[in-house]
């Protein structure tokens, strides 16, 4: 069984930063994509970014040039720095890892849901 665990959301006003981690653990041989997905009340799930094992990366258009996705394969990790937060960044913030187990099974798993709000 592999968990992922979500810190580091919160309350911040405009104009500010803050910086998502995600933590994988469990049966893990190696994870391939990781990212973030965002879902705002009454709005549709959006994916926010992306990244392959080897680094490769993926935005979604509102948020290019604010946002930042890395990761710590060491640490199983994904973070994702936001800058120049806006109120409509307000969301569920939930990261995802594709993970390979020991028996080279690949399965998509998810972290609880972290809120981010962003006050005017």
């Known amino acids: 069984q592999v968990e992922l665990v979500e810190s580091g959301g919160g309350l911040v006003q405009a104009g500010g930063s803050l910086r998502l981690s995600c933590a994988a653990s469990g049966s893990i041989r190696s994870i391939n994509a990781m990212g973030w997905y965002r879902q705002a009340p009454g709005k549709q799930r959006e994916l926010v970014a992306s990244i392959t094992s080897d680094g490769s990366t993926n935005y979604a258009e509102s948020v290019k040039g604010r946002f930042t996705i890395s990761r710590d394969n060491a640490k199983n990790t994904v973070y994702l720095q936001m800058n120049s937060l806006k109120p409509e960044d307000t969301s569920v913030y939930s990261c995802?890892?594709?993970?390979?187990?020991?028996?080279?099974?690949?399965?998509?798993?998810w972290g609880q849901g972290t809120q981010v709000t962003v006050s005017s």
């Open positions: 995802y890892a594709a993970v390979m187990n020991y028996y080279y099974n690949v399965r998509t798993y």
